[in-house]
Structure formats: C-alpha cells, structure tokens
C-alpha cells in the first residue's frame, strides 16, 4: 500500500499563482506514473498532467503553457506548479499515483481562482 498526502491550494486571483504538492509513502517502488487530475462541481474528473520516472511529461491542452509537474525523487514528491491561473482552473485537484497494478490517489486539495 502507498499513500499519497496533498498540500498547497488556496484561494488566488485570476493571474496568480499556486504550487500543489503530493508526498508518496508505503510502498512506493513500482509507481511509475505520478500525475494530476482535477474535478469541477458537475464535471468529471480529468487528466491535468504526468510525469513519469524517466522524466516525460504530458498536460492537458487547457494548462499547457501555464502549469508544470516536477518531481523530486529523494523527498518522495511531486509538484504542480500552476500560474496564470484562470476562473475555469477552479477545482478539487487530486494526485495520483500509478504502476502496475496499483493505482492510487490523494484526498484532494482546493483550488479557488476568483476573477
């Protein structure tokens, strides 16, 4: 079992930034895949952006641009760097954490653009 604990939403205003954070715990070795998603009110979950652990990375349209996942390996964490924020970004974000057959997701942080 792995655990994944977020940090870092809040309330911005359009044009501010945010850095999101997840911290992975347990067993942790064969997660290869640590990603981002994020849930409107009324809307499904969706793919934000992944990094995987050679490096690559993937954003979603929306954020391409503006957002940046990063991972450091030695605390066991990753990062969503978010600027430019926008009203539409508003959403509880989740982490996520996947490989092989695990597959495992954080409790979900706030995040509140005002315009």
């Known amino acids: 079992q792995a655990q994944l604990v977020e940090s870092g939403g809040g309330l911005v205003q359009a044009g501010g930034s945010l850095r999101l954070s997840c911290t992975a715990s347990?067993?942790?070795?064969?997660?290869?895949?640590m990603g981002w998603y994020r849930q409107a009110p009324g809307k499904q979950r969706e793919l934000v952006a992944f990094i995987t652990s050679t490096g690559v990375t993937n954003y979603a349209d929306s954020v391409k641009g503006r957002f940046t996942i990063s991972r450091d390996n030695a605390k066991n964490t990753y990062y969503l760097q978010m600027n430019s924020l926008k009203p539409d970004d508003t959403a509880v974000y989740f982490c996520?954490?996947?490989?092989?057959?695990?597959?495992?997701w954080g409790q979900g942080t706030q995040v509140t653009v005002s315009s």
């Open positions: 347990g067993s942790i070795f064969s997660l290869n895949v």
């Open positions: 996520n954490a996947a490989g092989g057959r695990n597959n495992y």
